[in-house]
């Protein structure tokens, strides 16, 4: 005997739309937690790697230096000198000759004296590359190239 079944064809069994649709589920189930899990686990590395990075969570600190301007000074390559955006700056600078260390771009300056011990304060307020200069009273000395300052940024 022929029965006619609902949604089905007279003599052929119904297609079981359900069964499709669960197995479809299931699969949409589980690549969504993959993606979740893949996502939660980007989003942990990349928060330690930044919250947890000593370079990241050290504050300011206080870089002190020591420039002695003399021939030697003038003739070597220029020191480098190295500090963090925002670290506070100490060079004790002695000099055998007198006018101003400058510094191009930070726009910070101090007077030099010769055979005085001069303490030059400042921030390094930008990331960058700054060279420090003497600019002197005399010919010779008028814009000598001492140092660099390597500015890294936070």
């Known amino acids: 005997m022929i029965t006619r079944q609902p949604d089905g064809i007279e003599g052929l069994p119904a297609a079981s739309s359900t069964g499709h649709s ?31 990075s000593i370079e990241s969570s050290a504050t300011e600190q206080l870089r002190v230096y020591h420039l002695d301007i ?46 005085a011990e001069t303490a030059f304060r400042f921030t390094a307020a930008h990331a960058g590359r700054y060279y420090l200069h003497l600019h002197g009273e005399d010919e010779d000395h008028a814009h000598a190239e001492l140092a660099v300052l390597e500015v890294a940024p936070r």
């Open 22 to 52: 669960e197995i479809h589920q299931l699969k949409l189930a589980k690549l969504a937690i993959v993606a979740g899990t893949a996502a939660m686990l980007v989003g942990f590395y990349i928060g330690t790697k930044h919250f947890f």
């Open 70 to 115: 003399g021939e030697t000074c003038l003739r070597e390559p220029p020191h480098i000198f190295e500090a963090r955006e925002g670290d506070r700056i100490v060079l004790t600078v002695t000099s055998l000759y007198s006018g101003k260390l400058y510094v191009h771009g930070l726009e910070e300056e101090t007077n030099v004296i010769p055979g």
